[in-house]
């Protein structure tokens, strides 16, 4: 039965994967790779990997999509700009020009030169993989003798915060990375929305943005020992702000520059100040005092959590705040500052 189950999710994983890539129709092909990313989530569950699934549901899913979704609509939006002011009897249209147009024969030779890439990183992870052994006891079993020690009862977590808490926290200083790099390119705009032609939205916003951030809370707790932590709960965090800035709740009040900076920074920066604090004591890089680890780890899984919720809501934000009054036309470049 459950041979059955994986084989169909299998192809199913595949037959999507082929047709979010393939498809011509861009919103079809997003709304493939949403689908793609819950048949993931399923299959990481069936591998017993919970705490993947959770992320892969949420990030790779929920807020990827809307992510793809935002540009989707950003970029239709800038098409229909285009066309109005090229429809203008002033200026050409680039459709008629030529302007930007790539060549069918030049296409085909992108998609061919994608599809060989694709298939050579393909083979030279075949290739790294093969020679592996087909079981293998690996640091499993150590870590698990040891699991007393890290200060929670959750092995991912242990894993991620103490067997190799560096690696983690590089990640945390990648998302920062990430986000500075999405403000150094240009400013918010925040979609005028009209509430009250959307009541229903607007009150289910208000019931399920509170269950939210409740949501958030349990799995940041429960993540010492059982499957969640900072990054799922995160996750939830940031898709209530995408919820919030969906309805245009952002319109009704940005909040200031420095406030964002701050959150988005107190993961790293309190990551980084237990890293220095633990190593005054011990002398190693997040190597914890005996029986010390825990309320650490909780420590700084609180910070991560703020900052990777912000993190993820500014990323779908797609821009750095703004101060100024937030006009009807969105904001396309930071030349209009």
Known sequence: MWALFDILLLLGIVFLAWRALADADLFRGVMQFIGLGLLVAVAW??????????????????????????????????????????SSPEQPNPAQTG????????????R?????????????????????????????????????????????TAALLNYRGYDTLLEVA?????????WSLRRADVAVADSAAR?????????????????????LWIGSFAPGGAFQAG?????????????????????AAHYWRAGLALGLLAFAGVAALVMKHTGGLLQYPAGQAGPWILAIEAAATLSIGLTLGALFAGGRPSNEPISAEPQESPDHE
């Open 45 to 86: 569950v069936r591998l017993r990997a919970p705490d993947v699934a959770l992320a892969e549901a949420a990030v790779g899913s929920g807020l990827t999509g809307a992510l793809l979704l935002a540009a989707l609509a950003r970029g239709e939006r800038r098409q229909a700009r285009t066309a109005q002011t090229a």
């Open 235 to 255: 996750a939830l965090l940031g898709g209530g702000l995408v919820l919030g800035r969906l309805a245009g709740w952002g319109q009704r009040k940005t909040p």
């Open 99 to 110: 302007a930007g147009a790539v060549s069918p024969k030049r296409e085909h030779l992108y």
């Open 174 to 182: 990648v998302l920062l990375l990430a986000i500075v790099g999405v």
């Open 199 to 219: 009541p229903l939205f607007d009150s289910l916003l208000r019931w399920l943005l509170p269950l939210l951030m409740v949501g958030a809370g349990y799995l």
């Open 112 to 156: 061919a030169f994608a599809a060989a890439v694709g298939w050579l990183i393909f083979g030279l992870a075949a290739w790294a993989v093969w020679p592996l052994p087909s079981a293998s006891d690996g640091l499993a079993l150590e870590a698990r003798t040891r699991l007393s020690e890290s200060g929670v009862s959750n092995p991912v």
